[in-house]
């Protein structure tokens, strides 16, 4: 259960204008509120149907003493522009419009309420007023078709409240030669996210303040449960488990006026050395919590999992886009059995931090073989570079998605839907054969064109709709992702 993350409490507010009948905006606002017990989810039904600027006070009052944290607003008939759309200014939280379409062809003389038109000059005074909302595709409809929308709204609402509330906490400046995750933090400002940097030794010194902290042994026998018999190193648990409570409590003590935190750390070369093991074990166990922990100080990695994670309800993961499959592997494993070609294909890879629920049932904790190579000597039993979370990731639907601040402080993004195929890999660390469709020209005409870092966020289903619907209501401009080959990219050669 993820438990850094927003609950959406809905309510919806129905309008009117005072020409049309009132209660043909109560009846079919009802039938919404019907409709969506209906789907399983609960919504706070404001009795007072707003027709003007003191009705929606006392309204957007009522939904909030009700603790609604998201709202419906529903033009039931054509609604009046100025007080529906001062709604979306007086409530704290991100509002949808909606709007009913016609019910019968036997009755549109009453029984018409004229919505369609009025849906227009609510998104014109919306505009006026540069208020945002969130509009769905195609915004009118049945109570039925409506509530499937707010069914779609309340995702794309968790990630919003979430990064109103969020603070994201670094330790340490990145890595040299990984400068590819330095991004400017201007964006998170824009965004409304703040931020804490720290340095390394604030860290050591927090952790080591916690040795021999009661709940440690605590946290070794969840550990112990979590991984199994020979799958973890217990002589290290304990030693793991002092890092896991730091984290713990600093978030806590650091949020201060935030609700949400994520961190981004750095995790080599010197942690390893300094703290006598690999963090990523103890980062899989906090992200599967909820709390994304990016691997070298990745700050808009750390960004986006955590929106993934609100959007999806489940943990996510930050890998490498890292190496492409090999012809020989594609051809024994993958041609004739899935329907992609080999430049659909790549491997996902990071040293240890999916949370171990994605990973295949043989996954174990053990050491960072590149760190090893580095940091401790030639054909020496690994030491103090223990403590990756390694296995092949899980088949699932996955979301490859991330959001950035480029060099020019421009925020952008890119969202690719695919999946990670039954394959074995072959390979070390946290790692899976991944496919998305015209993978090989997106890689080149979006991650390369876009100059976006080698890091990557994963959701395991397919998100694409809510994130896009995320990104484009943050004021996102850019949003690319993997066209299809009859739409092709700006830069792409027509002639190749």
């Not at 905006?25 to 969506?36: D, H, K």
Request: proline share 6%; glycine share 8%.
């Amino acid at each position: 259960m993820l438990h850094n993350i927003p609950e959406v409490k809905l309510g919806i507010i129905a309008v009117s204008r005072d020409c049309f009948i009132v209660s043909l905006s109560e009846r079919r606002r009802a039938a919404i509120v019907a409709a969506c017990q209906a789907k399983g989810m609960d919504m706070v039904e404001c009795k007072t149907t707003v027709e003007n600027e003191l009705d929606m006070l006392k309204a957007v009052s009522e939904v909030k003493a009700a603790g609604c944290n998201a709202l419906v607003v529903f033009l039931g008939n054509f609604g009046p522009e100025t007080p529906e759309t001062l709604i979306a200014k007086n409530f704290d939280g991100p509002v949808m419009y909606v709007a009913a379409a016609e019910e019968s062809g036997k009755d549109l003389i009453n029984g018409r309420g004229d919505a369609f038109c009025g849906m227009l000059n609510c998104s014109y005074n919306l505009g006026m007023r540069h208020l945002k909302a969130f509009i769905p595709e195609y915004p009118v409809g049945t109570a039925e078709d409506i509530a499937r929308m707010v069914a779609e709204f309340k995702p794309v609402a968790c990630a919003l409240i979430g990064l109103a509330g969020l603070k994201i906490i670094t330790f340490g400046p990145r890595p040299q030669d990984f400068f590819a995750c330095n991004a400017p933090i201007k964006g998170l400002y824009e965004l409304g996210v703040e931020i804490e940097e720290n340095s390394e030794l604030d860290l050591l010194v927090a952790y080591k303040a916690h040795k021999d902290d009661p709940r440690i042994l605590d946290v070794c026998a969840d550990m112990a449960k979590e991984m199994g018999e020979g799958c973890y190193y217990p002589e290290m648990s304990q030693r793991m488990a002092q890092l896991e409570l730091t984290l713990l409590d600093w978030a806590e003590a650091h949020k201060g006026a935030r609700k949400y935190v994520a961190f981004a750390d750095k995790c080599w070369p010197a942690f390893p050395e300094a703290f006598g093991f690999e963090p990523c074990y103890v980062n899989s166990r906090l992200v599967s919590r909820g709390i994304p922990v990016s691997c070298e100080v990745d700050i808009y990695g750390a960004l986006s999992e955590y929106i993934g994670m609100c959007v999806s309800g489940d943990t996510v993961t930050l890998l490498d886009i890292n190496n492409s499959v090999p012809a020989d592997l594609y051809h024994e494993d993958i041609e004739g059995k899935f329907p992609y070609a080999l430049t659909d294909t790549f491997m996902g890879f990071h040293c240890g931090n999916t949370p171990s629920c994605k990973l295949c049932s043989d996954r174990a904790v053990k050491y960072q073989l590149i760190q090893h190579r580095l940091l401790e000597p030639k054909d020496s039993e690994p030491d103090f570079t223990r403590g990756t979370l390694e296995g092949d990731i899980a088949a699932s639907q996955i979301t490859f998605y991330r959001l950035q601040c480029d060099s020019e402080g421009k925020l952008r993004s890119y969202i690719a839907q695919g999946e990670v195929l039954p394959v074995k890999t072959r390979s070390f660390g946290g790692i899976g054969a991944f496919a998305i469709p015209e993978m090989g020209r997106f890689y080149r005409h979006v991650l390369i064109q876009k100059r976006y870092p080698h890091h990557g966020a994963v959701a395991f289903g397919h998100y694409g709709k809510a994130l896009f619907e995320v990104m484009k209501f943050l004021g996102v401009e850019d949003i690319a992702y993997n066209q299809p080959k009859s739409l092709p990219y700006p830069t792409e050669n027509p002639f190749a």
